[in-house]
């Protein structure tokens, strides 16, 4: 018998006696038998016509069957289960519908497998190898195991498995600027920040801090970039990014669809080649410390032997160095976080580097969580860095999408098309209302992991709950009861007594809250360490000692059934598969003690680890017990800082009870003990941070300061004098080489003609001409989000009104720009400023500025409101000269607070505070007499004055507001996010009158109507 056909031969009875083993547990199921049923009969077929014989039925004891390695998978940035069954046998259907999972499903081996195996032909083996039964069984294998899921938790008694294509959606990478990425923790920084650009026309002084950065989706990062380093938060989709690369190269493959090659951004077919990094990391203490320190990168290969050898594939010892050598090959390196010690973590991030540079022609990805990707164990060697976004509100919605549209079809699979689609819309839209009805659920549905569990929630029980701790415990509830463990039959009914769900769900809670105790670095917990801690808590529920063990035991042989919750993260070792999970099952435990061991878990409140579990454990409270919770906590503290650290948590957890348990009696105390703190006096009786931090307390309880959240606002006297606006040769010479300093420290380059640029520019500062300045009055604060939400609520937007200019009216015609994928252009309608809706800055702060708004906004917004004040006054924007003569005085100070550089002290720039602040929290800023805050630093602010080079003389056009469109008009003072020369009284900017960013903002000036200002 020739040797394909015996091949064919074996084959087919292998598929055969799979086949028979699926439709065992079927037999009372003959609706979903019966798709198994005839693709057996055709296999039985093929095989009488080539004269095989028959497989014998098999004989199963599902008691005893080992179902292979359960393992979290990330779909589409979601973790859920996917059951792999291991070994040569790859069933080729799901039981919940019919789903190939066999790449090889003909005798066809097309085009690109040829070409593969002429790589190892040309190669010589010795001895030779049967590479191309190799190829197809690592192929096949790849296939099987990731090309479809299992969402356990929908249906208790059976697995629902459906294609990971038809679930798949595109991820938002974004490349930030190399300057964004220098010096230690900068990706963790990077990905804290909102990243928004400014607008293109803004010039190097305006954007010196603003590094270019911009999005991509997959295919255009593969396109762009040979190697990838995706870095990204827990649960963001960084798997199954890779696992939807391998299936379709597979494809692509198998079956020579290269038209798919555009799909993934490639020019030709690669072999890919998957590697969870952990096993790697497991694998190093195999070689010795030398073999270890010298990053081979034959460790690497090595470690692919050692793990796909355990998968049964048979594959030659030189299979993946021969495609590595030849540069047919990507890598597809998950999970460098995984790899839990720090050192063995630098040591695999150094393999892979190596690696690299060996095999430079091969393509590689490597992903990893944004806190393990740092200093050593950053690849460099050419990676570019990705992080991975949030799911926008398109992209939840598309997955909802898919997601529903997988499962009812595979839960009705009798029903007609158009009935299915109808109780799919029926589900997306009732899914998505509640998602967008709910600010808790609607911060957790970015997260693709969190957004899963709640459509499974969801799916459940057609509602969501308001309470986030009621969230988890939905969550925890779906998962605990999404499979059935392996229990030893002799001790089953005492094991069903004390595992039940609830009493794992308390097992699990306890185990959670001595893990939390371990802290961040000790979140693995060893498999004897874990059974130890659970036959002490099973102790007093069990007979005897040994009992107990044996319980234990039970239960860490159950694990497979927390999926998503507990699992063997590593060999032997233990953790949580989501920090979120243990967080909450932490707080349970402790919600569920008496008053006296609160304290222990109180005390820990200034710790960022332990944030999430106090805000959860008030959640899980009576309403009762937990307004006597929070009344605890805010008594934490001795001096300010930590006061005000007591306050903002206890604030967090209250905006969250109040939606579901009414008003408290804290939300007044915690109000007056955060303005007593922010209003301390002198200034250094409490830390500008304590301030911060109780101004955004403020943002969220109410302010009451008058003139912040109300109008009019509160106006400072500026008696009128004489001064030299601008600067002296001298102090421009000095002001150009901090700042070309500055600029390149920030990681920029300077080259001749932007260097003659910037100087010659600067010289248009120099000025030796006093100009006079009236009396007039300035606002003690910029504008804030509170404040210009009475304009927006009084219909400011209204074209037709009578404070909107014939230009201002123009510009509200105006399309708005093409919406860009760097995001700057944030609004959809010119109904609001540009970043209203930013859950960093925008109107859900209103005692902080308001940002985005252009010349033409703040304008209209000062008629309206000369208008309907109907006092005395008249509000504009104050002229340059007015603004530096209230921030220098006469006597010309370099900044507002006087001659000392500026520190965290005195105002908010380069990010001191995050992003803007609320106003008036740097009094150490305040100017000498007047007190005037935020003159420096938070916003740059617009002035009605149109930037010209000095000598400034009001009277020649510069105030003149006319034909706007053709000017610039000038800012001041500086912003968040820039460095200190930028914070300079006599800095300026000019810019069109539409520039907006999200730091620009504005400050209201005033006179008498009966006096006519320059």
Not at 21 to 26: H, K
């Amino acid at each position: 018998m020739p040797e394909d056909t015996a091949a064919h031969i074996a084959r087919l009875q292998a598929e055969i006696a799979a086949l028979r083993l699926a439709l065992q547990p079927l037999a009372a199921l003959p609706d979903l038998a019966a798709p198994f049923r005839q693709q057996l009969a055709a296999k039985e077929a093929d095989l009488a016509a080539l004269g095989g014989a028959a497989p014998p039925s098999p004989q199963v004891s599902f008691d005893s069957a080992q179902m292979g390695d359960v393992s979290m998978g990330d779909i589409a940035g979601h973790d859920v289960i996917g059951q792999q069954i291991t070994g040569e046998a790859n069933v080729g259907a799901a039981v919940a519908g019919n789903v190939e999972r066999n790449l090889f499903a003909g005798e066809t081996h097309g085009n690109n497998f040829a070409e593969v195996i002429n790589i190892y032909a040309a190669g010589g083996a010795a001895p030779p190898a049967d590479y191309e039964g190799a190829l197809r069984r690592y192929l096949d294998d790849l296939y099987a195991c990731h090309a479809t899921l299992d969402l356990r938790g929908i249906d208790e008694q059976r697995p629902v498995e459906i294609p990971l294509t038809d679930l798949y959606i595109s991820l938002t990478l974004r490349e930030p600027a190399l300057a964004t990425l220098r010096g230690p923790g900068a990706v963790r920084r990077f990905m804290g920040t909102s990243g928004e650009p400014a607008p293109e026309a803004a010039s190097a002084l305006f954007d010196a801090e603003k590094a270019e950065e911009r999005t991509v989706d997959w295919p255009e990062a593969l396109r762009g970039h040979p190697r990838i380093a995706v870095v990204g938060r827990p649960g963001s989709g960084k798997t199954t990014l890779l696992h939807y690369t391998a299936v379709r190269l597979a494809e692509i493959l198998a079956r020579d669809e290269n038209e798919r090659l555009a799909d993934l951004g490639l020019d030709r077919p690669l072999v890919p080649i998957l590697l969870p990094l952990r096993d790697l990391g497991t694998y190093l203490p195999e070689y010795s410390a030398r073999e270890r320190s010298g990053n081979n990168p034959r460790l690497l290969l090595d470690g692919l032997t050692s793990f796909y050898q355990g998968r049964s594939l048979d594959l030659p010892a030189d299979f993946f160095q021969r495609l590595c050598e030849e540069g047919r090959a990507i890598l597809l390196l998950d999970g460098l976080d995984e790899v839990s010690r720090t050192d063995d973590r630098e040591i695999v991030s150094g393999i892979v580097r190596e690696f690299a540079r060996r095999y430079p022609r091969c393509r590689y990805v490597v992903t990893a969580r944004v806190a393990a990707y740092t200093g050593a164990a950053e690849v460099g060697a050419g990676f570019t860095i990705c992080t991975v976004d949030d799911l926008a509100d398109a992209q939840q919605q598309r997955f909802i999408a898919n997601w529903s549209a997988c499962v009812h079809r595979l839960m009705h699979p009798k029903a007609s098309r158009a009935t299915v689609e109808r109780l799919a819309t029926m589900f997306n839209d009732g899914l998505w209302t509640a998602i967008r009805e709910n600010q808790g659920v609607g911060r957790l549905a970015p997260n693709p992991l969190l957004l899963t569990v709640i459509a499974i929630v969801y799916f459940d029980r057609q509602d969501l709950p308001e309470n986030r701790a009621q969230l988890y415990e939905e969550c925890v509830t779906v998962l605990l009861r999404g499979g059935r463990g392996k229990v030893d039959p002799s001790g089953k009914e005492r094991a069903a007594l004390l595992m039940s769900l609830e009493a794992r769900r308390e097992l699990l809670a306890a185990m959670a809250y001595q893990m939390h105790l371990g802290g961040e670095q000790h979140k693995l917990v060893g498999r004897d360490d874990l059974e130890q801690r659970i036959a002490a808590y099973l102790g007093p529920r069990s007979t005897d000692e040994r009992e107990a063990a044996d319980l234990a035991r039970a239960f860490l042989k159950e694990l497979p059934v927390h999926i998503g919750l507990l699992d063997e993260v590593e060999q032997h070792r233990f953790g949580f598969s989501h920090l979120s999970f243990q967080e909450f099952l932490a707080a349970r435990y402790i919600a569920e003690q008496r008053e006296a061991v609160w304290d222990e878990l109180l005390d820990r409140y200034q710790e960022s680890w332990w944030r999430e579990v106090i805000v959860l454990c008030a959640g899980h409270m009576s309403q009762e017990r937990s307004w006597l919770f929070l009344g605890k906590l805010i008594t934490r503290g001795e001096t300010p800082a930590a006061r005000a650290a007591a306050l903002d948590l206890a604030t967090s957890a209250l905006l969250e009870l109040e939606r579901f348990k009414g008003q408290g009696p804290i939300r007044g105390q915690i109000r007056d003990e955060a303005l007593r703190i922010l209003e301390l006096q002198p200034a250094e009786a409490s830390p500008a941070a304590a301030r911060v931090r109780c101004g955004a307390v403020l943002a969220r309880v109410g302010d009451p300061r008058p003139g912040v959240c109300d109008l009019p606002p509160l106006m400072v006297q500026i008696d009128g004098g004489g001064f030299v606006i601008g600067m002296s040769a001298e102090e421009v010479t000095d002001f150009t080489e901090q700042y070309l300093a500055e600029y390149r420290e920030a990681g920029n380059t300077i080259d001749d003609d932007l260097d003659r640029n910037l100087r010659n520019h600067f010289q248009g500062w120099v000025n030796t001409v006093p100009v006079a300045v009236p009396p007039f009055e300035l606002a003690r604060y910029p504008v804030t989000n509170a404040q210009f939400k009475l304009f927006v609520d009084a219909g400011g937007y209204d074209p037709a009104a009578g404070w909107w200019s014939e230009p201002g009216r123009a510009w509200l015609h105006e399309p708005l720009p093409e919406r860009k994928q760097d995001g700057w252009v944030r609004r959809s309608a010119k109904d609001a400023p540009e970043f209203w809706d930013d859950p960093d800055v925008g109107v859900v702060r209103p005692n902080h500025p308001v940002l985005g708004v252009s010349w033409y906004e703040v304008t209209a917004f000062c008629a309206w409101l000369t208008e309907c004040q109907k006092d005395a006054y008249c509000y504009r924007l104050p002229s340059e000269s007015e603004w530096e003569f209230a921030a220098r005085g006469t006597e010309a100070r370099p900044y507002a607070w006087g001659d000392a550089a500026p520190d965290n002290e005195r105002a908010n720039f380069r990010q001191n505070a995050g992003y803007t602040s609320a106003v008036g929290c740097f009094p150490a800023g305040a100017t000498s007499g007047t007190g005037l805050l935020d003159m420096a630093g938070n916003v740059w602010e617009w002035t009605r004055s149109v930037y010209q080079p000095y000598p400034y003389n009001p009277t020649d056009g510069r105030e003149d507001g006319t034909e706007p469109a053709q000017k610039y008009f000038t800012l001041r003072g500086g912003a968040w996010v820039n460095p200190p020369i930028l914070l300079r009284a006599a800095n300026r900017h000019g810019v069109t009158p539409v520039g907006l960013s999200n730091d620009v903002g504005f400050r209201l000036a005033r006179h008498l109507k009966t006096v006519k200002p320059l």
